[in-house]
């Protein structure tokens, strides 16, 4: 059998040796059934030799003298060479990628070169494949990995442009192809709770809320609360929101699904609800829309660290001035919101105000900020509520950082916090879409109840044991 050593022996014969003492012969293993073929070798050897019939026989009959070895191993059956028909060839193991971080004042060539590679193998990549142009727009932190062919020269490259999508470039018939691959998040539903002891801002921030869902939450109850002046010591507030997981950890917020604000007593709600036309809004339980024509607060509350004070005294003047308008003290650059859609009627810098910006919404209402540290709004620029139009700063006449809001109708200057009692009432769904909302909403409306209702618990039972931490 092809590919088997067979075990050899030698025959050993000492003193007065005869012509077949000469001969040396193969050692046969011999299996059972087979004897006849062992013997009918050894008859074909001696006839090979011209031996006589005598002489045969005698080498038939002669022993064969082996070492132990060779009969240890003459006893055992040969086994078999496995041969595998359907093997296939094992593939040739892949060159490894080299990574390189994008540094700071970093261009493709410099980033070639530090892997090994030259000019032109930038130029092929960014001019051949389909996607890449992309590879010249790169940013400090990420990644582009490379791979080398067979000969050396290049033959991939991987650009990481984030956790969701990397583009591959690989070199294929002689050019550079390109292909994206992407991954998708997964969407989980937490929810969160939360007991005012100093701001709503300091509230999320202990219930574990990033600072984008505390701000979408403020611009969803924007309309119908200050959060600069509004929250008191006790009230609470409860969410129920979306979060974006990567590999089962958080990559990005999501939306929020219901959220609830207990302000001294009184509940506020509001519901996300994709109406019938596709479109996404928050309206409370009745189905009114949380939008409201005007924001109570035109400025990042989470920028303003203070403690709850109903009038909120002007730290530089040391008064109060409702007649004419709010003062928002907080730091230098917080933003500044338009406090509704409209069109700016005139921004620029005087003495008095600073750095400005009016808003004229429609024909009745107008809206002034004052002392701005930047204006990000020009004349006769269209803007929509929540824009920024310009940052907290101390311009003008005013010796610390501040915004001056005032809201004038007909010309006339009225408190911001009570003139929204008398503006159009919010849209709401038409009341073929109340069942379709109602229906919607349930889940979250019995989340936020129990929500509530253990938020209440533990407030009873923190009153009734003041010392439980």
């Known amino acids: 059998m092809p590919g088997v ?23 046969i293993a011999v299996k059972r059934g087979h004897v006849a073929i062992g013997l009918v070798a050894v008859g074909c050897i001696a006839v090979a030799l011209g031996l006589s019939g005598d002489d045969a026989a005698t080498v038939a009959e002669a022993p064969v003298v082996t070492d132990t070895l060779t009969e240890a191993v003459a006893a055992e059956p040969i086994p078999a060479a496995p041969v595998d028909t359907f093997a296939e060839p094992t593939a040739p193991a892949q060159p490894p990628w080299i990574e390189e971080t994008v540094r700071s004042g970093d261009n493709l060539s410099l980033i070639f070169e530090r892997a090994g590679y030259t000019k032109r193998d930038v130029h092929r990549v960014v001019t051949e494949p389909e996607h890449g142009k992309g590879l010249a727009r790169i940013h400090p932190g990420q990644t582009i990995a490379f791979q080398a062919g067979e000969d050396g020269g290049l033959a ?26 992407t991954r998708q998040t997964d969407i989980v539903q937490s929810t969160a709770s939360g007991v005012i002891t100093s701001s709503l801002f300091m509230a999320g921030q202990e219930a574990g809320l990033s600072q984008t869902t505390i701000m979408e939450m403020a611009n969803i109850f924007g309309g119908v609360i200050d959060f600069v002046g509004d929250p008191r010591k006790g009230d609470t507030m409860n969410l129920v929101f979306q979060e974006h997981q990567l590999d089962g950890v958080k990559y990005d917020d999501g939306d929020i699904i219901a959220a609830s604000y207990n302000n001294q007593g009184k509940l506020y709600t509001a519901y996300r609800y994709v109406d019938s036309n596709g479109d996404a809004g928050y309206y409370n339980e009745k189905g009114v829309s949380m939008r409201k024509a005007f924001l109570l607060a035109p400025v ?13 005294i002007h730290p530089i003047y040391k008064t109060a001035r409702p007649h ?4 928002y003290a907080a730091p230098t650059g917080t933003p500044v919101y338009a406090a509704g859609d409209g069109r ?42 929540g824009q920024v139009i ?6 003008g006449a005013a010796t610390g950082p501040h915004l001056h809001y005032e809201f004038l109708m007909n010309g006339v200057h009225r408190n911001p916090r009570t003139i929204h009692k008398k503006l159009p009432k919010a ?12 229906a919607a909403i349930e889940p979250a409306a019995q989340q936020l109840a129990q929500l509530q209702a253990d938020t209440d618990t533990q407030l ?10």
């Open 5 to 27: 050593k067979r075990p050899r022996g030698a025959t050993a014969i000492r003193g007065q040796q005869s012509p077949l003492a000469q001969l040396t012969l193969p050692t």
């Open 156 to 181: 991939s490259v991987k650009f990481v442009k984030s956790q969701l999508e990397t583009v591959v470039y690989r070199l294929e018939n002689d050019s550079f192809v390109s292909e994206i691959q």
């Open 300 to 312: 990042d509350f989470t920028r303003i660290s203070s403690n709850f004070n109903p009038r909120r």
């Open 324 to 327: 004419r308008g709010t003062d």
């Open 344 to 385: 700016v009627r005139k921004a620029g810098y005087s003495k008095a105000n600073g750095n400005y910006v009016f808003i004229q919404h429609g024909e009745q209402f107008e809206t002034k900020y004052l002392h701005l540290h930047k204006r990000r709004a020009k004349t006769g620029q269209r803007v929509s509520q």
């Open 390 to 395: 310009g940052t907290v700063g101390s311009t």
């Open 427 to 438: 849209k709401s769904l038409p009341a073929a879409e109340m069942p379709r909302f109602l």
């Open 460 to 469: 009873a039972l923190a009153g009734a044991n003041p010392d439980r931490g």
